[in-house]
């Protein structure tokens, strides 16, 4: 997607009515590619909503594709802020790999949401071992 600005409504209302349509149709191979469609910005409020499509996919079929994009360390920010956000809903010990590489961005708000994410899974880590 393009940066929030150079996003026409014409742009984002279609990326929409994409997103809608995978909310109601899942297809597993269209999870890493909306991980990669996101923009510089939020895309006027709409990547947000993105998550509501991975939520009616198979949550390992989720994992492994985040997996596969936070360890992708070619990724530009805008995709990594992303899908670090994405993975704290996800949260798995198979993320932390790609949460490191996270937290090492020079950009404080992809190291903000990794060490969100990174503390959520020492958190369920530890709840395991108690």
């Given amino acids: 997607m393009p940066s929030d600005k150079e ?9 929409d009515d994409v997103r809608k349509f995978f909310i109601k149709n899942p297809d597993k191979r269209a999870i890493e590619l909306f991980l990669r469609s996101f923009g510089e910005g939020d895309g006027w409020g709409v990547y947000q909503l993105v998550e509501d499509f991975f939520y009616q996919c198979d949550d390992i079929d989720v994992k492994k594709e985040i997996k596969k994009v936070l360890e992708d ?50 958190e369920c880590q530890k709840n395991q071992t108690n």
Avoid: C
Avoid at 7 to 15: G, N, R, V
Avoid at 86 to 113: C, H, M, P, W, Y
């Fill in 7 to 15: 996003l026409t409504q014409d742009i984002i209302d279609k990326y």
């Fill in 73 to 122: 360390t070619t990724i530009p920010d805008n995709i990594r802020y992303w899908a670090t956000q994405i993975a704290t809903a996800f949260s798995d010990e198979i993320l932390r790999d790609g949460l490191q590489i996270s937290l090492l961005s020079k950009n404080i708000d992809i190291r903000d949401v990794a060490k969100i994410a990174i503390n959520q899974l020492d």
